[in-house]
């Protein structure tokens, strides 16, 4: 009681200091959020499918995908775009399966439901499926997408319609879980996508600083695709195009209204590992790659460029490596009073990203309400076992480049890079 008494009787530059962590590093981020989510609501009207004239090529690139090809491909069939299969190319690329991928690739090709398949003899990474895929395309749009994701019959519709502006290089679809319910962990993905991936990437859009599109669905113009070179070997190869793209100039965007379901992982360890590969890339892209973006003599440099690499620093490297600081701190200057500043902080975090989660569904953001009790698993797991992840992925990639071993890309691939 004498703790909550404390709280009680300080002055708001009281608890300004004591709580300086989430006064600076977070609550802007959910401010701006807050602003985006009135800003789209009342003035951003649903995105129609308009009819373009452009035509569209699927590039799915797969590793021992056997299982899961068939499903993906009948549901591509029965996009709206693909009334007219004329329009659609779709393409399969086996990276150097070990199952039956080529197999079912080829019984579909004999079914008419895909146009060709490709397959590399060694496995060489998601980047050399994708690159090999291109040569094959022959679409003015090609859509890069995982074969365990599925999609809304408009989906690729939606995605077309943000093409009609010319200066309109890529454009991302918004991802949920398809396995929302199978677990506890799948169930904190949910939440973590509708608040981190679908409002955050629509912040972005709205501010043209969205960092990304997405590995496991996004679309691309060709011409753009082919002035940039396709994609590099990274492990963050999503990011990494995605930033080649701004510095040549194209506009990125953001389709919330383009539906897709994706697989989550289903335990901690896989939730680690998967996380682990995502944030290295924080370091192998912004801090690495792109840093150049931020030199006002650079010629790619805009306040754009700026703002978006400052998003990124700021709001997913600074806040990871400021965290265990703050912990010091308050257990330096605290002592055992610090575990109730921790609690009250997890508290207050639970109660933003309610207000965030509850947000996103009044946008129309399909997320399942009935999630809300699992809001105060989500915040805990984000400020401890995520930051965690998250600090050590970056330590790991600043200090041994722990990217150069990981299994995502084969390592005959990553020596060549890492010679190069």
Request: neutral net charge.
């Amino acid at each position: 009681m004498q703790s909550l008494s404390f709280l009680g009787s300080l002055d708001i530059t009281g608890l300004v200091f004591l709580f300086w962590y989430t006064t600076f590093l977070e609550i802007p981020r959910y401010l701006v959020g807050a602003f985006a989510v009135v800003t789209a609501a009342l003035w951003s009207p649903p995105r129609r499918c308009g009819e373009t004239g452009l035509t569209i090529s699927v590039v799915l690139p797969g590793h021992n995908e056997a299982n899961s090809l068939r499903v993906c491909v009948e549901a591509l069939t029965e996009q709206t775009v693909a009334a007219d299969r004329s329009r659609m190319q779709i393409i399969v690329v086996d990276d150097g399966s070990t199952d039956r991928m080529t197999e079912v690739a080829r019984e579909l090709l004999g079914e008419g439901k895909i146009d060709r398949v490709l397959r590399l003899e060694h496995r060489g990474g998601k980047s050399a499926a994708v690159n090999f895929g291109l040569t094959a395309c022959t679409g003015d749009i090609v859509v890069i997408a995982d074969v365990d994701t599925s999609f809304d019959r408009d989906a690729f519709a939606i995605l077309l319609s943000y093409f009609s502006d010319p200066r309109v290089g890529a454009v991302g679809g918004d991802i949920a879980a398809r396995n929302a319910f199978a677990t506890l962990i799948t169930r904190h993905q949910t939440i973590e996508y509708a608040i981190g991936l679908s409002l955050g990437r629509r912040i972005g859009d709205m501010f043209g600083t969205l960092p990304i599109v997405s590995g496991a669905f996004g679309a691309f113009r060709r011409s753009a695709l082919d002035s940039v070179g396709g994609q590099d070997v990274e492990v963050g190869e999503d990011a990494d195009l995605t930033m080649k793209l701004r510095r040549a100039g194209w506009r990125i965007r953001f389709a919330p209204e383009a539906h897709a379901l994706t697989l989550v992982p289903e335990t901690v360890p896989a939730l680690i590992a998967q996380r682990l590969r995502w944030d290295r890339g924080l370091v192998t892209i912004w801090l690495r790659k792109f840093r150049g973006a931020t030199d006002p003599r650079a010629a790619i440099f805009s306040i754009k460029e700026v703002a978006t690499f400052a998003d990124v620093v700021v709001f997913q490297i600074l806040l990871a490596l400021a965290f265990p600081v703050y912990l010091v701190w308050l257990f330096y200057h605290f002592g055992e009073f610090s575990a109730v500043i921790i609690g009250a902080t997890l508290a207050g975090y639970v109660v933003l990203d309610l207000l965030a989660f509850v947000a996103a569904a009044a946008i129309g953001l399909r997320r399942p309400l009935r999630l809300l009790p699992y809001l105060p698993l989500h915040s805990v797991l984000q400020v401890s076992l995520m930051r965690i992840v998250r600090l050590v992925a970056i330590v790991q990639e600043l200090v041994f480049r722990s990217s150069y071993r990981d299994p995502y890309v084969p390592a005959r691939v990553m020596q060549q890079v890492e010679r190069v």
